[in-house]
């Protein structure tokens, strides 16, 4: 009974064996496993609103690499950027309907439906890069994301872009008092809009895709982003005056398709998630090199007048958002503020 259970085990090997390389027995070649089942590859398709040469857009890219590597070609994942499919006000609602599997929006973008994430938003909540991670890592990560797991979505990862900075065409931004009467192009975060409310200046909440076109027809006269997105997006064409503030964080937070997620097998899931884990530590480096990078490029061009804060200006800056913490407080829940501030405390502003 034993010899014909290992004489049965040896030929149904076997018989997996033949099922597996193809007609070994018939000295055909066997078939480039990347061409074989090619109907049953699962394709993921990721949309995404900004320039291929930003840190979002070389992440996504590299996402797509690992996760040909790691599925050994099962599964492809089809990067969409520049807002080609989707723009920011419609890609929550894409990936929801299973229009596309994966985006990866501004966690600014996200909050009238999840408020908590407004917790990046608010002006130095956050004195470094290391306190920005700290956030997404620990405790205050996992719960936003959890948060997220409703309504056919899940949040799987939060990566990094960096600080914002504040532009003008009108005038250089240097005390509170010189964003009197501009209009701000901000994501539409309440808290954003909040912030310039306080510095005296009136928000408008534009996609990114109509972003330039906004400043270059004198629309809005200002906005917020990290140097990376300036300087790629070619901002410095249509604005004049940059100030290099680090006031706020912009990150975003990576959004399946739930129904899709849930329907993979585990084992090509857990190979998805570790190139996304992979992807999430290789971007912060990233962007932190890109932003330095961009800075330089924008000196480059020669087209902007740039101003770095001085500790006075800050403490000014801080000053007029006075009570945005309380506001913040009220929209987040107490919570996760003494989190934040826990987070914080034993930090010394760097910045
Ligand atoms: C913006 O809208 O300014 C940014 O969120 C764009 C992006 O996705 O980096």
């Known amino acids: 009974m034993a010899m014909w259970r290992k004489r049965w085990k040896r030929s149904g090997a076997c018989v997996l064996l033949l099922m597996l390389t193809g007609c070994v027995a018939t000295g055909a070649l066997p078939a480039d496993p990347e061409q074989e089942g090619l109907d049953e590859r699962i394709v993921i398709r990721f949309s995404h609103v900004v320039a291929e040469h930003t840190p979002k857009g070389q992440a996504a890219r590299r996402f797509a690499e690992l996760v040909h590597r790691y599925t050994g070609g099962r599964v492809e994942v089809r990067v ?27 966690t600014a973008k996200i909050v009238h439906e999840f408020p908590e994430w407004q917790v990046f938003d ?4 956050f004195p470094n890069e290391e306190a920005v991670a700290r956030a997404m890592d620990g405790p205050i990560g996992q719960r936003l994301l959890a948060g997220l797991t ?13 600080f914002k900075q504040m532009t003008s065409s009108v005038r250089p931004l240097r005390r509170p008092e010189d964003f ?46 990290t140097l990376s997105n300036i300087y790629t ?20 937070v990576v959004i399946a398709n739930r129904d899709f997620w849930e329907s993979l097998p585990p ?29 330089e490029l924008l000196k480059r061009t020669g087209r902007m007048e740039i101003h770095v804060q001085t500790p006075e200006e800050r403490q000014a800056w801080r000053a007029a958002f006075g009570d945005l913490d309380k506001w913040m407080e009220q929209q987040i829940g107490s919570d996760l ?3 934040l501030r826990a987070l914080t405390a034993a930090e010394l502003p760097n910045r």
């Open 80 to 106: 969409f950027p520049n807002a080609q499919l989707y723009s920011d006000d419609d890609e929550m609602e894409a990936v929801r309907r299973g229009d596309v599997e994966l985006i990866a929006p501004a």
């Open 122 to 125: 608010l002006p130095y909540a």
């Open 150 to 162: 409703r309504d056919n979505l899940v949040g799987l990862a939060i990566w990094d872009n960096g």
């Open 180 to 225: 009197r009467g501009l209009v701000f192009r901000t994501m539409g975060s309440p808290v954003l809009d909040e912030q310039f409310r306080l510095l005296g200046a009136h928000p408008v909440h534009v996609p990114f895709d109509r972003l330039y076109a906004a400043l270059e027809r004198g629309a809005v006269d200002g906005q917020e982003n």
């Open 233 to 252: 997006r070619r901002l410095y064409e249509v604005q004049r005056y940059l100030t290099i503030s680090n006031h706020g964080y912009l990150g975003y």
């Open 267 to 295: 084992d090509i899931r857990r190979q998805v998630q570790r190139a996304l884990d992979e992807t999430t530590a290789w971007i912060r480096q990233y962007a932190r090199a890109a932003n330095v990078e961009a800075l």
């Open 337 to 339: 503020m003494r989190e």
